[in-house]
């Protein structure tokens, strides 16, 4: 069982464990991260404020309420970690072998973290585990006017790699033998494992932590999109509508149709076809504004196509382009078919449902504000950069 405590309270930053990070609460990171755990089965929260448990519920977690007594600055972590014990097993008689303590103000840690300081504890016999992380660096300690080296000799200065081997706590994830904890009442008891990670971690106590997590994270999750992408991409086809356009579509007086595009996704497309990407534009609809707006780009289109993904098809067999080399870009129904054969299928923040449901990667900007600029860079930086 994963027990978090999220108590209300934070002087460093007011409503902490329910902060935006990159689009979600700092807290729904420890959630998601302890169901995405193969050895965890229960996810709890203890916190003493409605908004934390209300954040809490919304991403799948069970709520303890904690009391003022133990709520304060003061009040240790243990604390409430033993009180969502005891309330657990007077609720449901429930009590599980190991009990993890996460730490929601660690936003970078990831399911493997969990799993592998439970296994860690498991597999050494211990009684309890924590995360670190190596630590090759050296310390010094002041004390009045004197100073004095802490962790190495400064007379016979060692190169790192010769420094004994140090680990940093990340403060992340712990895990601990049940019964042993409630006779200790402390994290550390017994035999102590670690499990040693190599990842980049941040403890979120200032703004400044949210600022550098925001920039791990996003930098994280461009690395996996990337990793979708096939080895080599012979072209990008996109639709039109609701891709480099909002959706929306502007009719003046004389019944005369015009779009707003965005002139970044322009640019972005330029780049990758001067890298030698194919690319294509399908639409259902029949328009001179999208003639238009494809010959100023240099774009080959194909419109009025009531099939897109025959259509897809036949094109790839008469340009000799696999098509699971193909990036697929749409939003609505017409380009379920397309999303699900190419390649990678991607979808535009703001596509319907059922498009979202159907690509392998969703853009974080919606149609005709820069979802085509995020994803040409998107590619282009799993080629080596930008041109």
Not at 54 to 65: F, K, L, S, T
Not at 161 to 175: F, I, K, M, N, W
Not at 190 to 196: E, I, Q, S, Y
Request: one cysteine or more.
């Amino acid at each position: 069982m994963a027990i978090i405590p999220a108590r209300g309270g934070s002087k460093g930053i007011p409503g902490k464990n329910v902060r935006l990070l990159c689009g979600k609460p700092l807290l729904a990171y420890a959630v998601a991260a302890a169901w995405a755990a193969r050895t965890i089965d229960r996810v709890v929260v203890s916190t003493d404020d409605a908004e934390t448990g209300r954040v809490a519920e919304q991403y799948g977690a069970e709520v303890v309420w904690r009391p003022p007594e133990i709520s304060g600055d003061d009040a240790p972590s243990e604390a409430a970690i033993l009180h969502a014990l005891e309330e657990l097993e007077s609720r449901s008689a429930y009590t599980a072998p190991v009990t993890v303590f996460l730490q929601c103000t660690s936003p970078l840690m990831l399911p493997g973290d969990i799993d592998g300081t439970v296994e860690e504890l498991v597999k050494t016999g211990s009684d309890s585990a924590l995360t670190v992380t190596p630590f090759p660096y050296f310390l010094w300690r002041r004390d009045g006017e004197c100073v004095s080296a802490v962790n190495h000799d400064p007379a016979r200065r060692a190169r790192r790699q010769e420094l004994h081997s140090q680990y940093l706590e990340t403060g992340a994830v712990y895990a601990m033998r049940t019964e042993g904890f409630r006779r200790a009442r402390h994290r550390f008891f017994g035999r102590v494992a670690l499990h040693v990670t190599l990842g980049p971690q941040v403890e979120i106590d200032g703004p400044e932590d949210l600022e550098t997590a925001a920039a791990l994270l996003e930098s994280r999750k461009r690395r996996a999109h990337r990793k979708l992408f096939p080895p080599r991409i012979a072209a990008v086809v996109l639709d039109f509508d609701g891709v480099f356009t909002d959706n929306r579509v502007f009719v003046s007086q004389t019944g005369t149709e015009s779009v707003a595009c965005s002139r970044s996704d322009g640019y972005g497309l330029a780049c990758l076809q001067k890298r030698g990407i194919r690319c294509l534009v399908l639409s259902a609809e029949s328009s001179p504004v999208v003639k238009a707006r494809c010959e100023k780009l240099g774009l080959p289109t194909v419109q009025g196509v009531s099939d897109k993904l025959a259509e897809l098809k036949s094109w790839c067999r008469g340009e000799r382009v696999d098509l699971s080399e193909v990036v697929y870009v749409g939003n609505d129904e017409a380009d379920l078919g397309c999303l699900r054969a190419a390649g990678v299928g991607v979808a535009v923040a703001d596509a319907h449902p059922s498009a979202r449901a159907a690509a392998s990667l969703l853009l974080t900007s919606p149609g005709g504000r820069g979802a085509l600029r995020e994803l040409s860079d998107l590619i282009l930086e799993g080629e080596g950069g930008n041109p």
